[in-house]
């Protein structure tokens, strides 16, 4: 029989990769954002058109490529962020793999332009299907801009798989979320089809959540914190209280990655165990930072599902922060938020002396002698009401008798009701 094995050229072999990485618009949206920020960017643009359908457009104030880079970028397993196969246990950047930009550059129609600090004069280059069609030397601002338009235009069940924009600007708000809440340090701005949707300037991790969900968020936080020698626990989980009947603004993120773990969702669900009603879900914003060596990033193309070493203590630790926390939270909640003055007592106890109350007894008083009536004038008898006045005489005198007449019609009135109360016990 004839050899019948052949090597896939390479735009076969990118398309197939592709099928991994890019399963709609969101994922080019991640891949694109990371490499933006991977690239120490500090400002950063997302603009689509249509769902990302025909557009996608990220542009960066990073550090750029040469013109041969640029031109490398777009081959397969060409990446900048590793060196050897050491390097995948201690990585700080989202990318390594080198398949982005080949996978994307196979399946849709790219145009990059790249400036770094140091050269004068850019690169301007146009890939589709990845054939390169044009590389010309441009005036460009330092960093990058990577335009992605009609995505899938050579793949038609790629397409046929899309939802409708709205949907797919749903996928994109949601990935666009999590890039921002990871690095809230970096200012974003993200315009659809023309309008703005988002603009955060650089913050930190409490800020941009209340940028992104809103001011009245602010009030539903609660802080974490906790370190120890495996992780150090950061974030805020959302008050019982304000627990949801749709999953949403959940998010774990692994050094500075979004992260998806069933697992340790089960850890939130334990902790807030019977403080939530049952149907309801909790919200959460949890960072957790861990030595790179212990982590594993590389299970999966779209890296959100990554393996932690030690997941078992991870998963008690964070249980029992989060319990903490909401301990802390129910008995004291002034420990966790900035405080408002205006709930603090007007006065200064600390500086006051304590004064003990004095207390003056009657020896002669016996309940059982009987008092005469002339001595009831200070202290009138129920059965004479006439009595009572006689104890403001005094104060009758140093007024005019037109005001007295209106001040003790006054006096009268209101020191009735008294009067009669207090005769009440010696009427049973
Ligand atoms: P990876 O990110 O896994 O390395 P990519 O295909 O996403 O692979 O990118 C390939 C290379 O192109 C990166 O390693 C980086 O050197 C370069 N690159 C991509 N995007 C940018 C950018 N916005 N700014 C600077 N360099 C970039
Ligand atoms: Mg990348």
New binding site residues.
Partial sequence: MADIIRLLPDHVANQIAAGEVVQRPASVVK??L???I??Q?TDIKLIVKDGGKTLIQ?V?N????SDT?AR???ERH?????QKAEDLFNLH???????????IAAIAHVEMT?RTEEEEVGTHIKIEGSRVIGQEVAVLPK??S?MVKNLFFNIPAGRNFLKSDQVEFRHITDEFHRVALAHPQISFSFYNNGSDVFNLPSTDLKKRIVQIFGRKTNEKLVPINEETNVVKISGYIQKPEFAKKSRGEQFFFANSRFIKSPYLHHAVLGAFDGLIKPGTHPGYFICLDVDPATIDINIHPTKTEVKFDDEHTLYAYLKSTIKHSLGQFNVAPSLDFDKDQNLETPYNFKDKAISVPSITVDADFNPFKKVSSTKTASYPKHSSAKGWESMYEGLERKISHKEADVRKWNLKESIAPFLILAWKPKIR
């Fill in positions: 891949e694109l990371e490499n933006a991977d690239a960017s990220v960066d990073g550090i750029g490529m880079d490398l970028s777009f060409a990446t900048s962020k590793i950047t989202k990318g390594f793999r080198g398949e982005a930009l080949a996978s790249t960093g990058t990577m």
